[in-house]
T-cell receptor, first 112, second 111 residues
Framework: GQQVMQIPQYQHVQEGEDFTTYCNSS?????IQWYKQRPGGHPVFLIQ?????EVKKQKRLTFQFGEAKKNSSLHITATQTTDVGTYFC????????????FGPGTSLSVIP | DTEVTQTPKHLVMGMTNKKSLKCEQH?????MYWYKQKAKKPPELMFV???????INESVPSRFSPECPNSSLLNLHLHALQPEDSALYLC??????????FGPGTRLTVL
């Protein structure tokens, strides 16, 4: 079946340090999306990657989609306390564009 | 209006009660979703409606009954729930394979 894995489960960083979370699918993805959920909040869309090898940047955030479209990463440069939350990748497959499967998430804590 | 609204924010119900969760979006999105999220876990897909028709049911127990009265509204009817059904219930909407907009959720407690 379709599965999305994500590591690490938790990450504690000092403010100013970098952070990376990795996402891996058991099968080739059509698209991958990234969401952020603040404590007590709901998931908020960050970005969608569609093309093999795609790299997108949003200020201090860099998103990559692997060449085989089975893995992805999110890298945050110089973390800030506002980056605290859980980062989820979510995979979409061509067989059903409506079916989004979330990875287990990486919970980021930033120590001031 | 880029907002998905959900009511109520909190709900406490007994195992014999019948209640409904409501979700509304006015973005013209053709797909609407129900997710269940337990603490420290990812959202777990329950149902997907596409153009007001149920397109995906992820083997959800029949005590959860979805309804899509029109393109802007999505309901989740609850009946005879169990304590383990206590969770955050999230509604979302999207266009085809695009970003999902999530509502704030309904925090459900089943006693």
């Amino acid at each position: 079946g379709q599965q999305v894995m994500q590591i690490p489960q938790y990450q504690h960083v000092q403010e100013g340090e970098d952070f990376t979370t990795y996402c891996n699918s058991s099968t080739t993805l059509s698209n991958i999306q990234w969401y952020k959920q603040r404590p007590g909040g709901h998931p908020v869309f960050l970005i969608q990657l569609v093309k093999s090898g795609e790299v997108k940047k949003q200020k201090r955030l860099t998103f990559q989609f692997g060449e085989a479209k089975k893995n992805s990463s999110l890298h945050i440069t110089a973390t800030q306390t506002t980056d605290v939350g859980t980062y989820f990748c979510a995979g979409l497959w061509k067989t059903s564009y409506d079916k989004v499967i979330f990875g287990p998430g990486t919970s980021l804590s930033v120590i001031p | 209006d880029t907002e998905v609204t959900q009511t109520p924010k909190h709900l406490v119900m007994g195992m014999t009660n019948k209640k409904s969760l409501k979700c509304e979006q006015h973005m013209g999105h053709r797909a609407m979703y129900w997710y269940k999220q337990k603490a420290k876990k990812p959202p777990e897909l329950m149902f997907v409606y596409s153009y007001e028709k149920l397109s995906i049911n992820e083997s959800v127990p029949s005590r959860f009954s979805p309804e899509c009265p029109n393109s802007s509204l999505l309901n989740l009817h609850l009946h005879a729930l169990q304590p383990e059904d206590s969770a955050l219930y999230l509604c979302a909407s999207s266009q085809t394979s695009n970003e999902q907009f999530f509502g704030p959720g309904t925090r459900l407690t089943v006693l």
